[in-house]
T-cell receptor
Framework: SQQGEEDPQALSIQEGENATMNCSYK?????LQWYRQNSGRGLVHLIL?????REKHSGRLRVTLDTSKKSSSLLITASRAADTASYFC????????????FGRGTSLIVHP | DAGVIQSPRHEVTEMGQEVTLRCKPI?????LFWYRQTMMRGLELLIY????????DSGMPEDRFSAKMPNASFSTLKIQPSEPRDSAVYFC???????????FGPGTRLTVT
């Protein structure tokens, strides 16, 4: 199974700014998911985008998927201090294994 | 539902001791996953079950690790004997289907001295 790679590893912004995180992967996928992890807690699912979708929205979150470039981005608009967390992308393999594999994550700090 | 429940939340043990981590998945979820998270290696899938049957244990680091799911509402991950390099946060997650979102427990922070 493959592992998505998030970029950047760390991101520091001011409250109110937008935060963009990217995920790249190597082989074709069925689905890509984004999760958030607050310090000392378990991961929380944010959004799932299927390989035939190009964009999805959920509140202040916008996820795009470009299968030709094998990449996805997560945009958090009008960030808040409460958005401070690590964000992970999880990719599955299109070869039959739908089990997601997690990347190393992007650590986001939003300064109030 | 209370979500995925893990116990204990923290475990400190000495090298060589047996460690048992416990997980109660969300009722009705057919898939259960065990992960290990460290700074060095990130989040690693150790093993997952479907309808209480182990499907893929290729992520289990070595024979010292074993996992069981005797029924739909309970799973254990056992390390025997434990070693300092096993120190990590262990997460259990459940899902209604392998292609759907996973629901993670709060994790067990294991420290082996």
């Amino acid at each position: 199974s493959q592992q998505g790679e998030e970029d950047p590893q760390a991101l520091s912004i001011q409250e109110g700014e937008n935060a963009t995180m990217n995920c790249s992967y190597k082989t074709s996928i069925n689905n890509l998911q984004w999760y958030r992890q607050n310090s000392g807690r378990g991961l929380v699912h944010l959004i799932l985008i299927r390989s035939n979708e190009r964009e999805k929205h959920s509140g202040r979150l916008r996820v795009t998927l470009d299968t030709s470039k094998k990449s996805s981005s997560l945009l958090i608009t009008a960030s808040r201090a409460a958005d401070t967390a690590s964000y992970f992308c999880a990719t599955d393999g299109s070869g039959g294994s739908y089990i997601p594999t997690f990347g190393r994550g992007t650590s986001l700090i939003v300064h109030p | 539902d209370a979500g995925v429940i893990q116990s204990p939340r923290h475990e400190v043990t000495e090298m060589g001791q047996e460690v048992t981590l416990r997980c109660k998945p969300i009722s009705g979820h057919d898939y259960l996953f065990w992960y290990r998270q460290t700074m060095m290696r990130g989040l690693e899938l150790l093993i997952y079950f479907n309808n209480n049957v182990p499907i893929d244990d290729s992520g289990m680091p070595e024979d010292r690790f074993s996992a069981k799911m005797p029924n739909a509402s309970f799973s254990t991950l056992k390390i025997q004997p434990s070693e300092p390099r096993d120190s990590a946060v262990y997460f259990c997650a459940s899902s209604p289907d392998r292609v759907y979102e996973q629901y993670f427990g709060p994790g067990t922070r294991l420290t082996v001295t």
